[in-house]
């Protein structure tokens, strides 16, 4: 038996060290936590500690298939990775002259940086367009970036001495969940922990067992809440003042502009929390020798999360605190993933065009693609607008290339399906965006027969095409060892023995490269967001629900069994999971005539879904829950939440807007 460490490949801050077991075949047996990793100290959770159903299931893709007829009446049928091969050759090399109208649809599925990034590549040499990758965070960093510049953040494996912890939007126990148990010994040792959130969290619910507590907002509502806690912190005297006159620009703009309003009776009327709470929040932050304040990343999803993210910022900047708040630490690593993607092939003419991710559906509805290659993704049930993304993909005059695993919505859609390898099938590097470790993933199993990594697939379709060498002549491994060595300055020799060794490496915050605004200096007044059209100074604006009119907020709660649609076709995974269910506050299903188990038709202007609903006194009235991505079985019409989602994108970024999506509920 031989045991290889890992990394979790999911899209997920926490990046797990894991142990796989394979046998003397190199078969897969078994995988678990790794005790030796620095953050996640042999702890996996519930949904990877089953990751292996995946590897074994009867459903893996195990070889290509393509389209026989047309999408309309054809089938997908087995074949040979010559065939297909040749299918993507026959339809793709004629657009090599208006290579625009090749499209690169992917996301994180393996959040590896090469399996990850290497087939972009090829769409490099293609001269393809690409996808802005506005699906998740996109619109939290740049209200961050605005105001802080690089995401170092707080070390979360040093948070024993903080004496006090405010989690906001921020539901730990679903999404960081190895931050718990530091958590939790604060929290019994008795420091003040609190959660801040729109309905009763998991985490708000752990919290109350072990002796925090929870405060409820309005949604979209979190700019209100940190700028009248900025106002309170000037006016109670908690300011750094030498920290804002020589660390900040826009001090007293910013201390004028708070100072103007925001007060607490307006802040209890706009944001729902009462005046002693948001007093007592200001104190505990203003007094705390070292706080912690953690911030989800979901919680940006909507039309303000950036100005959410930027208020938040500027009151810890101006408590003269930067070190003591984590949003991501991305920026702690400095990978030159460059030398992975290699942009510097792209043709001459080709105009490197880029499309805004949450609206890929309908930019694939206006016909102005005729190839699509899609991998570590499955937008037909993940992206806004699902409908439209799959009345663009089912298009006859759209050729569509899926590298999968198993037979996704996406995959259905497909003219070509490339099997796909497993992570722990292939080399790859991995860093977290939650902590701050590296760790080089070696080979730990052999995939069965006829599936193909993300880089050997799209080096198979570079040579199938003509593409140049440095396409199609490369391996995993040897394009790890070029981006440790492009990325060696910012690792010490030590460092890079370790990764060799396969160990978890934790790297420092770069000293020296200020923090990266255009000022250098932490921007309470941001010039880049007023050029983009926004307040230069962070100002609470209403959340406009996406345009929508319906009387309820749809909340799309991560789910505690599954990942987006990662374990689909896992049956334990699903099992776990249970019957999709509405969760909603009992007054508002009595007012719909609704009782639990009842079916309920969840409707706006771009769809309508029908599931069981739930009551729960964890929801406030007015908001809907669904937990995680349902498949298309899951219900009678066949689709999932993001039919519901509009494509409008948030404040900046150009970013999903996922939580301010409003939907009517009626009986069915």
């Known amino acids: 038996m031989t045991t290889t460490p890992v990394t979790c490949p999911l899209d997920c801050a926490d990046a797990c060290g894991m142990l796989v077991e394979s046998d003397a075949q190199q078969r897969f047996v078994a995988l678990r936590g790794n005790p030796s990793h620095g953050y996640s100290r042999g702890v996996l959770c519930g949904k990877t500690a089953l990751y292996g159903e995946l590897l074994n299931s009867s459903e893996r893709l195990l070889q290509p298939l393509v389209r026989r007829g047309s999408k309309a009446g054809g089938s997908l049928e087995p074949a040979s990775w010559d065939e297909a091969l040749a299918r993507i050759v026959e339809r793709v090399a004629p657009l090599r002259a208006t290579p625009e109208r090749i499209l690169a649809l992917w996301y994180a599925g393996n959040m590896g940086r090469i399996q990850r990034f290497f087939p972009l590549r090829v769409m490099h040499a293609l001269g393809a367009t690409n996808v802005d990758g506005g699906l998740c965070d996109n619109s939290t960093t740049a209200g961050y970036e605005c105001v802080f510049g690089g995401a170092y953040g707080a070390d979360l494996e040093q948070v024993d001495d903080c004496d006090f912890v405010l989690l906001w939007g921020c539901d730990m126990a679903r999404t960081v969940q190895h ?3 530091a958590v939790q010994r604060l929290a019994r040792r008795g420091v003040s922990v609190v959660a801040i959130d729109i309905y009763r969290t998991d985490t708000i619910q752990a919290l109350e067992r072990w002796g925090g507590r929870g405060v409820l907002v309005k949604p979209g509502s979190d700019a209100a809440l940190a700028l009248g806690i900025a106002r309170l912190a000037f006016e109670r005297g908690y300011v750094d003042r030498e920290f804002l006159a020589q660390r900040c620009l826009g001090g007293a703009t910013f201390e004028a502009h708070v100072r103007s309003g925001h007060d607490l ?37 909507r039309r303000v999360g950036a100005m959410s993210m930027r208020a938040i910022a500027s009151l810890v900047a101006v408590l003269g605190r930067p070190e003591c708040m984590h949003y991501e630490s991305f920026s702690c690593f400095q990978l030159e993933d460059s030398v992975i993607e290699r942009a510097d092939l792209r043709p001459p003419h080709s105009r490197a065009d880029v499309i805004q991710h949450v609206k890929v559906g309908r930019e694939l509805e206006s016909g102005r693609f005729g190839a699509v290659f899609v991998w570590g993704h499955n937008p ?45 099938e292939n080399d790859d590097l991995y860093r977290s965006y939650g902590h701050r470790r590296l760790q080089r993933a070696r080979k730990a199993c052999e995939p069965p027969p006829g599936p193909r990594s993300n880089v050997d697939a799209f080096a198979a379709i570079a040579k199938a095409l003509g593409l140049p060498r440095a396409c199609h002549d490369v391996r995993a491994e040897q394009l790890v060892d070029e981006l440790l060595a492009a990325s060696s300055r910012h690792l010490d020799e030590g460092q890079l023995a370790a990764l060799e060794r396969g160990e978890s490496v934790k790297v420092s915050q770069p000293r020296g490269e200020g923090v990266g605004t255009p000022s250098g200096k932490i921007e309470l007044v941001s010039n880049r967001a007023a050029a983009r059209g926004q307040p230069a100074l962070a100002t609470y604006v209403p959340d406009d629900g996406a ?24 049956a334990r995974h699903i099992r776990r999971r249970g ?39 964890r929801m406030p009235r007015g908001l809907v829950r669904i937990d995680g991505v349902p498949r298309a079985e899951d219900t009678p019409e066949r689709v999932g939440v993001n039919a519901l989602v509009s494509g409008e994108t948030s404040d900046l970024g150009e970013s999903n807007s996922l939580y301010s999506t409003r939907v009517d509920v009626r009986r069915a």
């Open 579 to 617: 019957e999709v269910r509405a969760w909603l506050h009992a007054e508002d299903a009595r007012e719909l005539g609704a009782s639990d188990g009842d079916a309920l038709v969840l409707s706006n202007e771009l769809a309508s879904l029908t599931v069981r609903a739930g009551i729960s006194e």
């Open 380 to 424: 037909a049930v993940t992206c806004p607008e699902s409908l439209r993304v799959r009345g663009g993909l089912g298009r006859e005059d759209v050729f569509v290339v899926v590298h999968e695993q198993f037979r996704t919505e996406t995959a259905e859609l497909a003219d070509v399906v490339l099997p796909a390898t497993f992570a722990m």
């Open 265 to 301: 009776a307006w802040v209890e009327q706009a944001t729902g929390v009462p005046a002693a709470t948001v007093s007592e929040l200001a104190d505990l932050l203003g007094r705390a020798r070292r706080f912690l304040l953690k911030t989800g990343i979901g919680f940006g999803r």
């Open 179 to 181: 931050l718990q148990p």
């Open 547 to 570: 345009l929508g009119r319906g009387r309820f907020w749809l909340v799309c709660a991560p789910s505690v069994h599954t990942h987006n649609s990662t374990f689909s076709h896992s």
